[in-house]
Each structure stands twice: as structure tokens, then as C-alpha cells.
């Protein structure tokens, strides 16, 4: 089975869209959503609905849950904050019930989802090898995908040897060498200085996760951004992919 990992949208139509041309142009069995599907882009609706009818698993991030209400917009930085003012004054009816609907982890028997962290499922950060370990020993199962940093990142634990880095574009992760968590980056807001929207492919057979880049407008999503008076930052950072 192959596997789309997608995660951290924000909505960001134009690049969610240019991920799917090509999930479409390949032979994929299924699309997991690792949440923040909305938040500081300026299509969460657009986002939300086709979340929606295509991930077979969609978790909720800390975005979404602010925009839903179930987080109070005092746990944010200002930046995130006003977004996520903006994001609850559109957020249409149906956009909000399937989101409050959904929850920030899910736990298989060999491959464990979470928003953030096996430790916490909707803030921590796992940026070094030191909260990678703690993950470790909190993860039920071999292999874990997490999102909300932002980056593609994949740490392994060889027999309690933990080892990290930033996972490249075209980049193949083994996952029978020892444990991994693996995170595909952010579709809509990378924040590693690429600014091409991040994802990964996980295949069950081969156990491996291949890492992916893909273009798209960013000229169009920034513009949006700023017509819909979101804060113009959140269109800028864009441009450099921070
Ligand atoms: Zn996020």
C-alpha cells in the first residue's frame, strides 16, 4: 500500500492542490492528513472540504482546534492569534463540525499519527535528537509520523542510538532499520527554506517513506492572503519558506 502523508495545510489552497496533481498522476492507495488543516491561509474552507473527502484519516492540529473553539486563542503568538481570529470569523458551519470532530492522534498497530508528538498530541515540537528520545519511549508502536514543526525531519533509534536529520526532496527513509518518526513537512507553510510545499510517501510493502517536494503558486497564495487582510507577514513568509 502507498501512502500520501500530508499535514500542516494552513490553508493554503494553491499548494494542497498542486500536492493532489500529483497524489492523482500516481498510483496511491490512501491519504493520511496529519491536522492544522487551517490557520493562517486564506482558504480554510476550501482546505477543509477537500480534506475531507479525500483523506481516509484526518487528526485535528492546535489550529484547528483554536478555530473550532475547543483551544483559546490566548494559547497563540499574536501573528498566529489574529489568523486565527480571521479563520473562526469565515470557518462555515460544515467546516467547523468536521473539524471539532476530529482528534489531534491515532494509534495503529504498527503506525501511530500525531499532530505533535507522541508525548503530546497537539504542541510539542520534535526538533532534536534529546525530545526525539522521550518520544521514543512514549511511542506505542515502530513508526510514527508527527507534523506541526513545519520541517521534514525523520529520527531513528537504533537500539536506543538516536539519530536526525532534515529529509531532502527524493530523500528514502528505511523504516526496518530500528524505529523512526517521521515528519512530512508542512503543505502549506514550510518552514525549512524551501518554500514548495513539503510532503512524504509511506510504502507498507517496501517500508519506506519517500520524501516530496512539489511547486506551486506561491505568488497566488500570498495575494490571497493579503486580500482577505489576513496579516501581510503571512503572505511574505511565503516567499521564503520560514
Ligand atoms: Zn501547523
Excluded at 500529483?22 to 482546505?47: K, R
Excluded at 526532496?169 to 526496518?176: C, H, P
Amino acid at each position: 500500500m502507498r501512502v500520501a502523508l500530508i499535514s500542516d495545510i494552513h490553508g493554503n489552497l494553491h499548494a494542497l492542490q498542486a500536492v493532489l496533481e500529483v497524489i492523482d498522476g500516481e498510483d496511491m492507495d490512501g491519504i493520511w492528513c496529519l491536522g492544522d488543516t487551517v490557520g493562517y491561509g486564506a482558504f480554510p474552507n476550501e482546505c477543509v472540504e477537500i480534506v475531507r473527502e479525500r483523506a481516509d484519516i484526518c487528526l485535528a492540529g492546535n489550529h484547528d482546534l483554536v478555530a473550532v473553539g475547543d483551544l483559546g486563542i490566548s494559547e497563540f503568538s499574536e501573528l498566529a492569534a489574529s489568523a486565527a481570529r480571521w479563520t473562526r470569523g469565515v470557518l462555515s458551519e460544515d467546516s467547523r463540525a468536521f473539524l471539532a470532530d476530529l482528534s489531534p492522534y491515532r494509534i495503529g498497530r504498527r503506525y501511530a499519527l500525531y499532530h505533535a508528538s507522541p508525548r503530546d498530541s497537539v504542541w510539542e515540537y520534535v526538533l532534536s535528537a534529546g525530545v526525539a528520545s522521550a518520544c521514543f519511549e512514549a511511542m506505542p508502536t515502530p513508526v510514527a509520523f508527527v507534523g506541526h514543526s513545519h520541517a521534514p525531519l525523520h529520527f531513528t533509534d537504533r537500539n536506543g542510538e538516536i539519530a536526525g536529520q532534515v529529509a531532502r526532496d527524493g530523500q528514502r527513509i528505511r523504516l526496518d532499520q530500528g524505529r523512526a518518526i517521521v515528519n512530512p513537512g508542512s503543505v502549506g507553510q514550510p518552514r525549512d527554506g524551501d518554500v514548495r510545499a513539503s510532503w512524504c510517501v509511506l510504502d507498507t510493502e517496501a517500508q519506506e517513506v519517500v520524501h516530496r517536494r512539489i511547486e506551486y503558486p506561491v505568488a497566488d497564495a500570498s495575494l490571497a492572503i493579503l486580500e482577505a487582510g489576513l496579516p501581510p507577514e503571512l503572505g511574505e513568509r511565503l516567499y521564503v519558506g520560514r
